[in-house]
């Protein structure tokens, strides 16, 4: 027991002996690679602004039942923070001063307004967000849903000037907006290139999260071209942000603005370690033609489109899952004028790939209206070259074809793939706009596993298009059990190819 006691003693004085050591050697090299954000700070922040909404309420109205202290833009927030997930913007308490007297005349200084009357309905802050200046001349970029619905926007500069804003134009498809204020030799912020953004490298927000103007939070690039189902592909960071931070520059470590900080994934409300930004060179080209014209001009085709899953490409004889398949054509659109068609899977467009679905709507929006391109399809394990030319969105539009509702169907013996057919009268093909293909009228094994249902339309088995409904079970008498086959289905207004494997055809 002694010799024991005495072991453990030594043992234990020489690990307290090399205590004092280890923080020193731990700190000593991480601590040099880390970086200084100083003096990115101090020369960006100048740049950096806060802007806050308001409405006009009717001076009848009250504020309901709601709490002591508690404004309609506080229950805003509370909805939004308990009730999905929010758009990063927070409303700040009301300031003095902002009943009709808050700011100058269009682009004036603070101060108060001569030429606002006495009378005029008083305002309530609706919201709060960020901003940057883009030209010394005033031109300031944030989100669009900073200042939708806003009656007056109010931007405050670092030196604390506050100035009431002129809406230049929004952009509600990237959630881009730009206003103006009437300044001059204002700080600038120098723009980067988001194309040469690296995963992995610092970067540094700056904005009002919750109002607290002029804060600062850095992280790295998570991921890029992070694809949330909007128009534009993100750059994800794990920079802290949060409500407010809405329309506030992404720094990289040069000092250069490479996004707008737009959105976070939460289900609380508040950062949850996931932000995203656009990226500045989208937000630019938007932002040029806003300043110029208040509107942004894009392309379109007139087509809607799906992704090409692994599946599809398989059966469709694809090298790789990529492009975007095309489920319905606008009559009368350029798509349909250049013979694009249901079931086409577009792999290029203006000689450049389309790697997913979502490539093509930001390749064809890019384009002027009226510029004479080509896009590539696959159809029938062949690549076409078709000339179209672009025609510009007016609004979004699905191609819709006017259908009638079917006859009664007639039942017919399952197939392989456990589907029961009946042939489309001429009429009824006509009113669809298609020209071959059979109707469901019965699924069971393979098709009902993989969703097909009565009513829906066969327009082609692999790379044979179907013609009728005795046609349509030879074809499918002869498939092989051990590959997978594509059925091109129409349901409703859109078209696209259904992966499934046949069973040993019943006799």
């Given at each position: 027991?002694?010799?024991?006691?005495?072991?453990?003693?030594?043992?234990?004085?020489?690990?307290?002996?090399?205590?004092?050591?280890?923080?020193?050697?731990?700190?000593?090299?991480?601590?040099?690679?880390?970086?200084?954000?100083?003096d990115l700070?101090?020369?960006?922040?100048?740049?950096v602004?806060?802007?806050?909404?308001?409405?006009h309420?009717?001076?009848?109205?009250?504020?309901?039942?709601?709490?002591?202290?508690?404004?309609?833009?506080?229950?805003?927030?509370?909805?939004?923070?308990?009730?999905?997930?929010?758009?990063?913007?927070?409303?700040?308490?009301?300031?003095?001063?902002?009943?009709?007297?808050?700011?100058?005349?269009?682009?004036?200084?603070?101060?108060?307004?001569?030429?606002?009357?006495?009378n005029?309905?008083?305002?309530?802050?609706?919201?709060?967000?960020?901003?940057?200046?883009?030209?010394?001349?005033?031109?300031?970029?944030?989100?669009?849903?900073?200042?939708?619905?806003?009656?007056?926007?109010y931007?405050t500069?670092?030196?604390?000037?506050?100035?009431?804003?002129?809406?230049?134009?929004?952009?509600?498809?990237?959630?881009?907006?730009?206003?103006?204020?009437?300044?001059?030799?204002?700080?600038?912020?120098?723009?980067?290139d988001?194309?040469?953004?690296?995963?992995?490298?610092?970067?540094?927000?700056?904005?009002?999260?919750?109002?607290?103007?002029?804060?600062v939070?850095?992280?790295i690039?998570s991921?890029?071209?992070?694809?949330?189902?909007?128009?534009?592909?993100?750059?994800?960071?794990?920079?802290?942000?949060?409500?407010?931070?809405?329309?506030?520059?992404?720094?990289?470590?040069?000092?250069?603005v490479?996004?707008?900080?737009?959105?976070?994934?939460?289900?609380?409300?508040?950062?949850?370690?996931?932000?995203?930004?656009?990226?500045?060179?989208e937000?630019?080209?938007?932002?040029?033609?806003?300043?110029?014209?208040g509107?942004?001009?894009?392309?379109?085709?007139?087509?809607?489109?799906?992704?090409?899953?692994?599946?599809?490409?398989?059966?469709?004889?694809l090298?790789?899952?990529?492009g975007?398949?095309v489920?319905?054509?606008?009559?009368?659109?350029?798509?349909?004028?250049?013979?694009?068609?249901?079931?086409?899977?577009?792999?290029?467009?203006?000689?450049?790939?389309?790697?997913?679905?979502?490539d093509?709507?930001?390749m064809?929006?890019?384009?002027?209206?009226?510029?004479?391109?080509?896009?590539?399809?696959?159809?029938?394990?062949?690549?076409?070259?078709?000339?179209?030319t672009?025609?510009?969105?007016?609004?979004?539009?699905?191609?819709?074809?006017?259908?009638k509702?079917?006859?009664?169907?007639?039942?017919?013996?399952?197939?392989?793939?456990?589907?029961?057919?009946?042939?489309?009268?001429?009429?009824?093909?006509?009113?669809?706009?298609?020209?071959?293909?059979?109707q469901?009228?019965?699924?069971?094994?393979?098709?009902?596993?993989?969703?097909?249902?009565?009513?829906?339309?066969?327009?082609?088995?692999?790379?044979?298009?179907?013609?009728?409904a005795k046609?349509?079970?030879?074809v499918?008498?002869?498939?092989?059990?051990?590959?997978?086959?594509?059925?091109?289905?129409?349901?409703?207004?859109?078209?696209?190819?259904v992966?499934?494997?046949?069973?040993?055809?019943?006799?």
């Open positions: 027991m002694t010799t024991f006691s005495v072991r453990k003693f030594l043992a234990a004085a020489v690990v307290a002996a090399c205590l004092p050591l280890v923080p020193h050697m731990a700190s000593a090299a991480p601590a040099a690679n880390l970086p200084d954000f100083t700070v101090d020369k960006v922040g100048p740049a602004v806060n802007i806050r909404t308001t409405t309420v009717s001076n009848g109205s009250s504020r309901g039942g709601l709490p002591p202290g508690m404004d309609d833009g506080d229950m805003s927030e509370f909805f939004r923070r308990f009730f999905g997930i929010p758009l990063p913007q927070s409303p700040q308490s009301p300031r003095g001063g902002d009943n009709g007297g808050g700011g100058g005349g269009n682009g004036g200084g603070s101060g108060g307004s001569a030429d606002t009357p006495d005029t309905e008083p305002e309530q802050n609706s919201g709060v967000g960020s901003g940057f200046i883009m030209s010394a001349d005033g031109y300031v970029m944030t989100n669009a849903h900073v200042v939708d619905d806003a009656d007056t926007i931007v500069l670092t030196d604390k000037r506050e100035f009431k804003a002129k809406l230049i134009g929004v952009d509600d498809r990237t959630d881009v907006a730009v206003v103006k204020i009437n300044a001059s030799n204002l700080p600038t912020i120098t723009i980067g988001s194309n040469k953004v690296r995963v992995g490298e610092w970067v540094v927000a700056i904005g009002s999260p919750f109002g607290l103007e002029n804060t939070t850095a992280g690039v991921a890029k071209g992070r694809d949330t189902g909007d128009y534009l592909p993100f750059i994800q960071t794990d920079v802290a942000v949060n409500p407010g931070n809405s329309g506030g520059p992404l720094i990289n470590m040069q000092g250069e490479i996004g707008i900080n737009s959105q976070i994934y939460s289900r609380t409300g508040g950062f949850m370690g996931i932000s995203f930004a656009i990226p500045i060179d937000a630019m080209r938007v932002a040029d033609q806003l300043k110029s014209s509107k942004v001009v894009r392309g379109r085709i007139a087509v809607a489109i799906g992704e090409v899953t692994k599946d599809v490409a398989d059966s469709l004889g090298p790789k899952a990529q975007a398949l489920s319905s054509v606008e009559p009368g659109g350029p798509a349909d004028k250049a013979g694009v068609q249901p079931g086409d899977i577009i792999l290029k467009f203006n000689g450049h790939p389309v790697e997913t679905a979502t093509l709507p930001r064809v929006g890019d384009t002027k209206p009226g510029t004479k391109t080509s896009i590539t399809v696959w159809r029938k394990g062949q690549t076409h070259e078709l000339p179209i672009i025609t510009e969105m007016q609004s979004d539009k699905v191609a819709k074809a006017d259908q509702k079917p006859p009664a169907p007639k039942q017919r013996a399952t197939n392989a793939l456990g589907i029961a057919v009946s042939d489309i009268p001429a009429d009824q093909q006509k009113a669809l706009k298609i020209q071959n293909g059979v469901i009228d019965a699924v069971d094994g393979p098709a009902a596993r993989v969703g097909l249902q009565k009513g829906d339309i066969i327009l082609r088995v692999g790379d044979t298009d179907v013609t009728s046609q349509f079970d030879e499918t008498s002869h498939l092989d059990s051990q590959k997978m086959v594509a059925l091109l289905v129409r349901r409703g207004d859109n078209t696209q190819f992966p499934i494997r046949p069973r040993t055809a019943q006799k």
